[in-house]
Nanobody, 116 residues
Framework: QAQLVESGGGLVQAGGSLRLSCAASGSISIPNVMGWYRQAPGKQRELVATIGSGGVTNYADSVKERFFIFRDNAENTVHLQMNSLKSEDTAVYYC??????????WGQGTQVTISS
């Protein structure tokens, strides 16, 4: 079992920046993929960005060139630097870890609200 704890959400004006962090603890296998997903009111959860334990990244088109994901394998942490935030980025952001054999863990979510 692994546990994921997010931090860093909050309220920020459009055009501003936020950094989300996620700390994983427990049984964490390598290789794995850590990432961020988000869910806005009335919408399905969607991928924001992922990063493999080898460093390969993947971004949703809507956040490319604005958001940057990075991780520290020694600390089992993943971070999402969000710049040039827009009102449509408002959502609950969830940290995710996918490991071998179908392991799939989620954090509790952190609210990000962008005011226009």
């Amino acid at each position: 079992q692994a546990q994921l704890v997010e931090s860093g959400g909050g309220l920020v004006q459009a055009g501003g920046s936020l950094r989300l962090s996620c700390a994983a603890s427990g049984s964490i296998s390598i290789p794995n993929v850590m990432g961020w997903y988000r869910q806005a009111p009335g919408k399905q959860r969607e991928l924001v960005a992922t990063i493999g334990s080898g460093g390969v990244t993947n971004y949703a088109d809507s956040v490319k060139e604005r958001f940057f994901i990075f991780r520290d394998n020694a600390e089992n942490t993943v971070h999402l630097q969000m710049n040039s935030l827009k009102s449509e980025d408002t959502a609950v952001y969830y940290c995710n870890l996918k490991g071998l054999h179908g392991l799939d863990y989620w954090g509790q979510g952190t609210q990000v609200t962008i005011s226009s």
